[in-house]
């Protein structure tokens, strides 16, 4: 066997080692995902929490090789799933659909929490910004926004609206408004947008905001009358709705952003690689055609990006949560 021969087949015997190097967890670290994840959803199913979860969770199991199942856990403002996740293993197999009400009010809202946010949780990526949408019953006496108002404050107290909760992006959109136009309307909080949706498409209650995606088929079907927008510009998807800051209420703007977080500890490697892996979903057909009948922003930036947004957020809402009084009912 020739001298040059032997040269060649080293070097290939070692480039065939690298490769399989790479293709191998570090050692002592078993690959990720070894087995399932559960992508907890701190509300009832048929909100825009969970569409946006499933669309991502669905193209996830595909990359993956490995399920992404979405688990609905009402309750408690947000606080009883978040509990769950911040004690479950640091080991990638658990996450959390983080959302301004938790992540953003509670911590202002609510005195006492059993973890805390920004210590408990690892921020893993955005994954979207959905328009908040202001709706009302077609039986209500007011054709738009400047009549709606009107007539709530002529009958104080008479109107009722929902949410999927406290601390939810409903809710808290409907107390900056009541905040910023002075009028009077009863919160009647729920366990999910589903829920609160079965009441006010039946009479039974008679406003909310929510997500657009939760909204959407309703507002065309004539079930629902939509009288506002809360993003700083109308929506495509609604391009006759104006946005309330358009209406005489200057800056007003808020939207529903979702979020991946997993339970503090969890290694850097996995973060970065669920948040690649986000990114690659949010792209994809499926998803991207989902958000654009939405109107919805996709996300999919590193960690570090969510973390200041978060931080943003929280710097926002602790203001308006102390200015508004909004407290958990």
Known sequence: MSTSFLSRRIVLQAAGAGAASLA?????????????????????????????????????????????????????????????????????????LGHVGTLAVNPYMLKNQPYDVNKDFVPVTLLA???????????????????????????????????AGNASA????????????????????????????????????????????????YIRSGKLRAIAVGTSQRISSLPDVPT?????????????????????????????HLQEESLKALKSSAVTARFATDSAIGGGGPASEFASFIAGEQKVWSDIVKRAQIRAD
Do not use: C
């Open 24 to 96: 191998l967890p570090a050692i002592g670290q078993p690959a990720w995902p070894s087995k399932a994840i559960r992508f907890v959803v701190p509300f009832a199913p048929g909100g825009t929490s969970e569409i946006v979860a499933r669309s991502v969770a669905a193209e996830l199991t595909k990359q993956l090789g490995q399920s992404v199942f979405v688990e609905n856990k009402p309750g408690g403002a947000g606080v009883t799933a978040m509990q769950d996740v911040a004690k479950a293993a640091p080991d990638g197999h658990t996450i959390i």
């Open 244 to 272: 309330v800051a358009e209406l005489g209420f200057k800056n007003f703007e808020t939207s529903q952003w979702y979020g991946i977080l997993a339970p503090a500890g969890t290694p850097a490697d996995v973060v970065k």
């Open 170 to 217: 409903g809710h808290l959109a409907m107390e900056y408004l009541k905040l910023v136009t002075g009028m009077f309307i009863t919160h009647i909080p729920y366990r999910g947008t589903g829920p609160q949706l079965t009441d006010l498409l039946a009479g039974r209650t008679q406003a909310s905001s929510a997500g657009l995606p939760a909204l959407g088929a």
């Open 129 to 163: 910004k959905v328009p908040n949408v202001f709706v009302i019953h077609p039986d209500v006496p007011a054709t738009n926004f400047k009549e709606f108002v009107a007539y709530a404050k002529q009958n104080p107290g008479k109107l009722n609206y929902g949410s």
